[in-house]
């Protein structure tokens, strides 16, 4: 029988990882004081609201880290800079929070408006915000932490009886970014009891439309405890020798021009120093298989 080129695997068991989700919910709701309930947190604080004693008291006893606006926060470049440092070195954080992602979101928007003056048309003050953000899921994807996006929320729109209407709330942010993570949670006071209602859920233990009490216990009974507190191991960076190698076989070898475009785009990375080490080698096999053979 011929050696198929199909390149698909057999399914494996996987391990569920940290969590990585996006809450949402009016002001005063719990938001901020649920995302500091997680193991060690690494609180980037956009909006200048976490500085006050209670939570940097629950931060402190979390064994978590504050780095707020005068810290770069409201700059994407410094938070991706940040991220990227969590993910490539050791340390004893195990939960990133970004409160909030709307905030850092329309800050780019209002900074390329304001760049664009007369010439912003057809959306365009959107389009490097919308860049950083995939830039963002791209290193949340890496990322070996907990992650809780926290947002804002919005009036979802739909047609009700042929009238546009308001069909409820969604995240107050780039709009496929719900999509983009494991879970969606929206939160809601009910009288007295706040809770977390899942919207959107690859997860089989948060199927949509539940509810739980917005505590720390109950998410983690249904996660699993265990994996929230695993320590985060730091990825390996394409390392100098492999980056030189592949500029020399780029020299080298015949390639289609988007070829490492593809690649990029493959690894979710940026550019070449985003890819790790395995990636690399990839890169670097594939590249010289396409050497020319030596005659004899």
Known sequence: ???????????????????????FG???V?????????????YMDTEGGADLKHYQARLKEAGGAYMGPSDGTLDFQTVLSEIQTLATETHPYKTLIIDSITKLYQTAISNEA?????????????????????????????LDMNVVLIAHEASEWGLVNGQRSEVGKEPDVWNKLIYEIDLGLHCQKRGPQRVAVVRKSRL???PEGESFNLEFA?????YGKDFIEAEAKPISLATAEQLAEIAGLLETVRVDEDFIDKCLK????????EVNETQANAIITALRKKLPTPTK
């Open 1 to 23: 029988m011929a050696t198929s080129k199909l390149k698909a695997r057999e399914p494996e068991e996987v391990q569920p990882g940290h969590s990585k989700m996006i809450i």
């Open 26 to 28: 009016p002001s005063g």
């Open 30 to 42: 719990g938001k901020t004081w649920f995302g500091l309930s997680f193991p060690k947190p690494y």
């Open 114 to 142: 304001e760049k664009l003056g007369d010439k912003d048309a057809f959306g365009a003050s959107k389009k490097p915000a919308i860049a950083y953000m995939r830039r963002l899921v791209a290193w949340i994807d890496k």
């Open 204 to 206: 089989t233990g948060f």
């Open 218 to 222: 109950d998410f983690a009974s249904r």
């Open 266 to 273: 493959k690894f979710s990375a940026e550019a070449l120093p």
